[in-house]
């Protein structure tokens, strides 16, 4: 059978360059080029054992939106939809508590009853009981 030719014109697969690091997540999909590949373990291997508590510091710092150095950043700004904080003790945006509970039904509809089945068959198993007669 001959191919299709959408089969023949697909690329052969590209090199991927995998990170060569055990315990890295990054080299079970892998990079496009070297240079990407490159670039992930300077970033991501290198620098951190270099300076591990500086490393951590830094990146500590960029996930809490402060400065490299822990310090606030000056042109942050609010997002467009964002409340600002007060400093009043109120607590803004608290959903109110409704502390009281389900009440109770006065509804006789759920007690319980015996079924007309099991009331005919507990008076046949009187009846038929041995030592009855």
Known sequence: KNASPEMRRQEPPKPVFLCKEPECEAGSFGFPSE???QQHVEEEHTKPREDPVKFVKEN????????P?????KNQKPADGAT??????SKQGQTPKNVAGTPISQDNAMKRTGSALSKSADGKSKSDAPGSK
């Open 84 to 89: 600002t904080m007060s400093l009043s003790t």
């Open 35 to 37: 240079q990407a590949l």
């Open 69 to 73: 150095d822990g310090s606030l950043k």
């Open 60 to 67: 500590l710092a960029l996930a809490l939106g402060l400065e």
